[in-house]
Nanobody
């Protein structure tokens, strides 16, 4: 069973930075996409950023230019560099991995979530 290990959440002042990391417990060959979602109180979970196996990256419009997703030397590990954070970025951030297992079935794994709080 693939597990996702998250780290990097915490409290930061507006304009500050954080870096989130997410690593799968084992290397996944047939990865579809890996990235981050977030959910603020009273709101639906939304995609923040993800990166596909081929390197295609998607960002939410609200974070473009401030957040950067990248691989950390492996297809099963991603980083989310968060700069110029705003109070609106406050949420629980969930790592997500979509991949194809053997047999050829689509699988999804979610991390437990890490809290990011942007407040002065």
């Amino acid at each position: 069973q693939v597990r996702l290990v998250e780290s990097g959440g915490g409290l930061v002042q507006p304009g500050g930075s954080l870096r989130l990391s997410c690593a799968a417990s084992e290397s996944v060959f047939s990865i579809n996409a890996m990235g981050w979602y977030r959910q603020a109180p009273g709101k639906e979970r939304e995609l923040v950023a993800d990166i596909t196996r081929s390197g295609t990256i998607h960002y939410a419009e609200s974070v473009k230019g401030r957040l950067t997703i990248s691989r950390d030397g492996a297809t099963n590990r991603v980083l989310l560099q968060m700069n110029r954070l705003q109070p609106e970025d406050t949420a629980v951030y969930y790592c997500h991995l979509g991949y194809f297992s053997d047999p050829w079935k689509y699988q999804e794994v979610w991390g437990q979530g890490t809290l990011v709080t942007v407040s002065s």
